[in-house]
């Protein structure tokens, strides 16, 4: 598990777009002591520090040792992003980069626990400490409040912008909001309480093969997928969209009629078949090729 390792920073616009580009260059940028990195991108050395945490956390980047120096370089996403959409512009990069992170127990664990166990539609941060922290003594673990906090913090940043939270109160010079606040996933709906709620997708938000790339990763190698796992197991389609299962339904019967899969719905047995064999990562290629066609 880890907790704060953003050091108290949201992924800013551009930060991925810059960070992709240098470790192509340069895969040691991170680490080389030799290079200012401050210079490289522009940035401070504790978002130095945090950017070198998201490029991994977000899934488009690795980190690894060559002869001995500890190198990032792009995962294939990372890749298929760099060819199609380097600036992170796309809905389905930044879908693609949120699943990443909510499927990140390891890495991102406040992340991983908001999406997946979390289950007030809406909440404070109270709510989410109080949740989380019973969540960690039931794992034997024990975290700082500070750093909960910051993660709560950092999670709200990331999805609702600067401009509706703080409107008053923000920096001239640090004005940019996260990409993925465009998605919507999260809302601030009582100011004065702090009161939140987590967004359903509505149909149409998410594009069919970046939502037949999350039911595939999570499914394996499974022909039939049980609707239920779909809605309500940790890191699927239900989970980390936030959807309910009237909306499900939805975006199943658009892929159904798409001819993605097979609905299957009889006494006792609600499944999809899939129609095709393909892989996560083919998903994403397909989805990219589907914009360059105009799809």
């Known amino acids: 598990m880890k907790f704060r390792g953003h050091e108290t920073f949201y992924i800013r616009k551009g930060w991925l777009t810059k960070g992709l580009k240098r470790i192509i260059k340069q895969p040691n940028v991170f680490s080389d002591k030799n290079t200012n990195q401050m210079d490289e991108f522009g940035i401070g050395a504790n978002m130095v520090k945090s950017l070198r945490y998201w490029m991994q956390v977000s899934g488009v980047a690795e980190e690894s040792y060559d002869n001995k120096v500890k190198v990032q370089i792009p995962t294939r996403f990372g890749d298929l992003i760099n060819e199609h959409d380097q600036y992170f512009e796309e809905q389905g990069t930044l879908l693609i980069v949120h699943y990443e992170l909510a499927k990140n127990k390891d890495a991102a664990t406040s992340w991983y626990h908001f999406f997946n166990n979390f289950n007030l539609s809406q909440f404070n941060k109270d709510d989410f400490i109080e949740d989380i922290k019973s969540y960690l ?67 149409g938000a998410i594009p069919d093969y970046i939502f037949l790339a999350v039911i595939i990763d999570q499914s394996g190698s499974l022909d039939e997928i049980n609707i239920s796992t779909l809605l309500k197991d940790e890191n699927n389609v239900g989970k980390v969209f936030n959807l309910d299962s009237t909306t499900l339904m939805q975006y199943l019967e658009v892929l159904k009629n798409k001819g993605f899969i097979d609905l299957i719905r009889t006494a006792g047995l609600d499944v999809i078949k899939m129609k095709e064999k393909i892989t996560y990562e083919q998903c994403i290629e397909r989805y990219y090729e589907s914009l360059q066609l105009g799809d």
């Open 137 to 203: 003594k039931d794992q034997g673990e024990t975290v700082a409040d500070r750093s909960l906090d910051d993660d709560f913090s950092c999670i709200i940043n990331t999805y609702v912008s600067k401009s509706v939270t703080n409107p008053t109160k923000i920096d001239p010079e640090n004005i940019l909001d996260c990409p993925l606040g465009e998605l919507e996933l999260i809302s601030l709906v009582d100011k004065k309480k702090r009161l939140y709620k987590k967004n359903v997708l509505p149909v």
